[in-house]
């Protein structure tokens, strides 16, 4: 099953984990929105969530801290944000900000499934 | 190749209208062939932050808003020159507060930051001729790093 919620598409995995395809930006534009579409998710049972960066070309400052404010909302549970299929632009700010010490990262989606079992 | 006097004067596109520019720019060879496609992102990166605060923050007092970026590649050095008509701020100040209060997993506050980090130096003050002037240098043989507290 597939949803769309506002500018992101969200893809449940299972009861607690759910996939959420970036886009071409995640950015001041669009920061609100991811927020509010990861609270959602969150309060619906999700825990663990797959950041699908493959098509993003955009990562910004206010987009890397939506980003932290999912990663502190979810580890008080427990659960995990990791980064799939890291496009290059999106891997300049991992590497800038050394947020690969907190976010792992996975070459594919499905091997991102797979790594947070 | 220079690129100068690049104007964009509508802030509800600018960024689009920047991203666009910068994959032409990447497409036609403008950048060195000694800059590597990373350096090349990092210079993206700045000049997005930049824009981005202006957009977001930047008093252009009833004016229209009108912003100027240069972009100067050289070897393995590319400098970048961002004007506008703005009332400008005080970026040191605003600078040195982030740095001192930045907290772990920080939301706000890491634009100036990531800016800073991302180039070997960067100057901000209002030209002779009234605009306010960013300027700043990003280099493929810096290592940048912003140091955020996790």
Redesign the interface.
Same mark, same amino acid.
């Given at each position: 099953m597939q949803a769309t919620s506002m500018s992101f598409f969200v893809e449940p995995v299972n009861a607690d984990t759910a996939v959420i395809k970036i886009g071409q930006a995640l %950015? !001041?534009?669009n920061a609100a929105e991811f927020k509010t579409t990861a609270q959602d998710q969150v309060r619906s049972g999700i825990q663990n969530f797959i950041l699908d960066f493959t098509d993003t &070309?955009?990562l %910004? +400052?206010?987009g #890397? &801290? +939506?980003v !932290? +404010?999912l990663? /502190?909302q979810v580890s008080p549970l427990s659960g995990q944000v990791v980064f799939a299929s890291v496009s290059?632009?999106v891997q =300049? =700010?991992v590497q #800038? @900000? /050394? @947020?690969y010490? =907190?976010f792992r990262q996975f070459p594919t989606v499905d091997a991102a499934r797979e790594g947070i079992r | 190749m220079v690129v100068t006097g690049q104007r964009f004067t509508k802030l509800d596109n600018m960024i689009d209208e920047l991203h666009e520019l910068f994959d032409q720019w990447i497409s036609d060879g403008v950048f060195s062939s000694d800059l590597d496609a990373d350096t090349v992102q990092l210079l993206r990166l700045a000049v997005h932050e930049w824009i981005a605060n202006l957009i977001q923050h930047a008093d252009f007092q009833g004016n229209q808003p009108e912003v100027i970026l240069d972009i100067y590649p050289n070897g393995r050095r590319v400098k970048c020159v961002i004007q506008d008509n703005s009332a400008g701020f005080d970026a040191a100040k605003h600078l040195k507060l982030r740095m001192e209060n930045l907290e772990p997993f920080p939301e706000r506050g890491m634009g100036l930051l990531m800016l800073n980090a991302v180039t070997e130096y960067f100057e901000y003050f209002r030209s002779p001729v009234g605009l306010h002037r960013l300027e700043f240098s990003v280099s493929a043989d810096f290592y940048p790093w912003l140091n955020i507290p996790f």
């Amino acid at each position: 099953m597939q949803a769309t919620s506002m500018s992101f598409f969200v893809e449940p995995v299972n009861a607690d984990t759910a996939v959420i395809k970036i886009g071409q930006a995640l %950015d !001041f534009r669009n920061a609100a929105e991811f927020k509010t579409t990861a609270q959602d998710q969150v309060r619906s049972g999700i825990q663990n969530f797959i950041l699908d960066f493959t098509d993003t &070309g955009i990562l %910004d +400052s206010t987009g #890397l &801290g +939506s980003v !932290f +404010s999912l990663y /502190r909302q979810v580890s008080p549970l427990s659960g995990q944000v990791v980064f799939a299929s890291v496009s290059r632009p999106v891997q =300049v =700010v991992v590497q #800038l @900000t /050394r @947020t690969y010490k =907190v976010f792992r990262q996975f070459p594919t989606v499905d091997a991102a499934r797979e790594g947070i079992r | 190749m220079v690129v100068t006097g690049q104007r964009f004067t509508k802030l509800d596109n600018m960024i689009d209208e920047l991203h666009e520019l910068f994959d032409q720019w990447i497409s036609d060879g403008v950048f060195s062939s000694d800059l590597d496609a990373d350096t090349v992102q990092l210079l993206r990166l700045a000049v997005h932050e930049w824009i981005a605060n202006l957009i977001q923050h930047a008093d252009f007092q009833g004016n229209q808003p009108e912003v100027i970026l240069d972009i100067y590649p050289n070897g393995r050095r590319v400098k970048c020159v961002i004007q506008d008509n703005s009332a400008g701020f005080d970026a040191a100040k605003h600078l040195k507060l982030r740095m001192e209060n930045l907290e772990p997993f920080p939301e706000r506050g890491m634009g100036l930051l990531m800016l800073n980090a991302v180039t070997e130096y960067f100057e901000y003050f209002r030209s002779p001729v009234g605009l306010h002037r960013l300027e700043f240098s990003v280099s493929a043989d810096f290592y940048p790093w912003l140091n955020i507290p996790f």
